[in-house]
């Protein structure tokens, strides 16, 4: 019989990872007997009300002859869980939810809850079917991701992150992790990607916060991250790890998104205090305001840099305020730009001779008639903002191919 445990909300401020917590599950789930067959990671939509900055959630998928000693082991997990964040999170922040599915009937409920802010309420079918939900007891909230880790289907689409978690002795403290794993990674290990923000220079495998993860090293394939990670963690200057294992997740999918959307800007763009920008467009749908946060470094500059009448394309997310925040943009088409006098035959720029209608040029005296001329400024492809401020889920313009 196969289980898929779907696991989600067991972080706070103090710490916590809910990868690490499906990692405790997942020791005690074997010690019963039972196999993990596979770790999903699952990075849900953006803007959900509760989230972490990553907004994860796990599923394990779990093979066993013996359901009913599972579930006996997720209560128990689950009940010390719940224990462990009484004495430590008094304010409950994080409020963990986690279901069994003995039957991937439908993936309906994490593709709600990738691209959509979801509700309890209207999820409480679905977790009746499951074979278990537990929850934490000032709210359901964890319910809703552990629901929709458990339900992804992976399509062929997907990659794969290897974690490694520290020591337990080493949480909260700064974290020794070499310099010298980064340039392994670009050296040796060409499926990993996003192991080194390019426009900045620095590291991007290690969380700054609390948590128990040491780091994660991205990967096209499993065997890619699994080969990286035990070379990393061989790496001198690099402290031990207590464990680590390998996730397939929907990071850098784009399954957040709906698709591109054609606009037509109708103002200059508007420059807000602390550099972020606004622009009002018009869409095949009516009028969108389009929001850049700074932090979108090239981007948030090639926002700024249009015109009324320039013609782009955009991929984004709808915010609750119904605004569009922007995620990559390339223009299709530019109004004209700079605009100035034509040119003589001669070489000088032709000047306004007085009479109506008419240009002269000063040096060889030819005329023309008055009009002006203007800089056509030609699309450059997609622009992203730095590897550091792009969401988990975001595909990176380098993986998009063609798609004039």
Known sequence: MRLF???DDTDHPKGGCTTWSSQLLAQNIEAAGAEILERRLVRLWPFAPRRTRGNGAVCLVVQTNDCSSIIRVVKSWFNSLLGELRDID???HARPGVVILENQDSDRAYWEAVRNEVQISTIEKKLDDCLINLHHPEGKDGL???LAAASWAPRESV?????????ESKWGSPREVSSRCIEILEESHPDTFMNRDP???HGLISPRSPCPVLFGIRAQSQQAALTAIEDILCTEGTESAQNYAVFKTNQCTDDHLFGSLKITTMKFPKIHRGGHVTVDTMTANGPLRIRCFKEGGQ????????EPGDVAEVLG???PNGEYHLERMRVITLAPRNLSRPICECGIRFRSSGSKGTLRCKECGS???????????????WVEPSADHRRHLAKPVAWMGSID
């Open 90 to 92: 008094e304010d409950s």
């Open 5 to 7: 445990i779907g696991i």
């Open 159 to 167: 990659t794969w992150e290897a974690i490694a978690w520290r020591m």
């Open 299 to 306: 981007l948030n500059n090639a926002i700024a840099g249009l």
């Open 317 to 319: 997310l709808y915010s």
């Open 199 to 201: 426009t900045r220079g």
């Open 367 to 381: 005329t023309s008639l008055r009009r002006w001329g203007a800089q056509i400024i030609h699309p450059s492809g």
């Open 144 to 146: 809703i991701g552990a």
